[in-house]
Each structure stands twice: as structure tokens, then as C-alpha cells.
């Protein structure tokens, strides 16, 4: 699966973004998509999944209540609407699939998107 991610930029804080990451190539067998996010000096973290089945979705305690993800199966698109955004927001945000039921560690997803920026100003 070939994953690009786009809508990230430049905001100040208490802005929102949506980013989108749309899928192509071999998509069958796909179970779940997330988007993780990494900042400089920091480890790679979850921030939401939605599984391809059933829609359910799976937050991080930080952004519960401020983000929401959702997919758009027409255009193999993945959704991530960032509201009330914090200067601690401020990542390289990937989307990932995978093709199991875990979602919250990089090693459950096998493909990776090339990631887009989000920088929130205080």
C-alpha cells in the first residue's frame, strides 16, 4: 500500500487543521490505518486509528476530544480533523496501514506515508 499524507502546516494555537492521507496500490487486506506522530528528539507516538471493518475508532489520551479521524472509503482517504491545536502538537504527522487488530505501536502497521508538518505557534 502506498500512503500519501497532506494538510499539514502552519497554525497558532487554538486553530485546527485536517489532514488526509489517501491510499492506493494493494489496499485488500488492510485492517487498520493510524496516524502517529513524531516530534524532534522524541520517539515516534500514536495518535489515532480507525479500523477499516467496522469504522471503530482509537484516540491518545492527549488528543481525545480535540481530533477526529474518519475515512472516506470512495476515495480511499483517511481523515484526521485537528481541533483546539496545542504548541505541543508540533510533529512530522505520518499515516500508517496495517493488517492486523493493534494500532498503537509503529510495529503493528507495515506501510508508511511520507509524513506532513504541523507546526502550532503559542
Do not use: H
Amino acid at each position: 500500500v502506498q500512503l500519501q499524507a497532506s494538510g499539514g502546516g502552519l497554525v497558532q494555537a487554538g486553530d485546527s487543521l485536517r489532514l488526509s492521507c489517501v491510499a492506493s496500490g494493494r489496499t485488500f487486506g488492510t485492517y487498520m490505518m493510524g496516524w502517529f506522530r513524531q516530534a524532534p528528539g522524541k520517539e515516534r507516538e500514536f495518535v489515532s486509528a480507525i479500523r477499516w471493518t467496522d469504522y471503530s475508532t482509537y484516540y491518545a489520551d492527549s488528543v481525545k476530544g480535540r481530533f477526529t479521524i474518519s475515512r472516506d472509503n470512495a476515495k480511499n482517504t483517511v481523515y484526521l480533523q485537528m481541533d483546539s491545536l496545542k504548541p505541543e502538537d508540533t510533529a512530522l504527522y505520518y499515516c500508517a496501514a496495517g493488517g492486523s487488530s493493534r494500532y498503537s505501536f509503529p510495529w503493528d502497521y507495515r506501510d508508511w506515508g511520507q509524513g506532513t508538518q504541523v507546526t502550532v505557534s503559542s
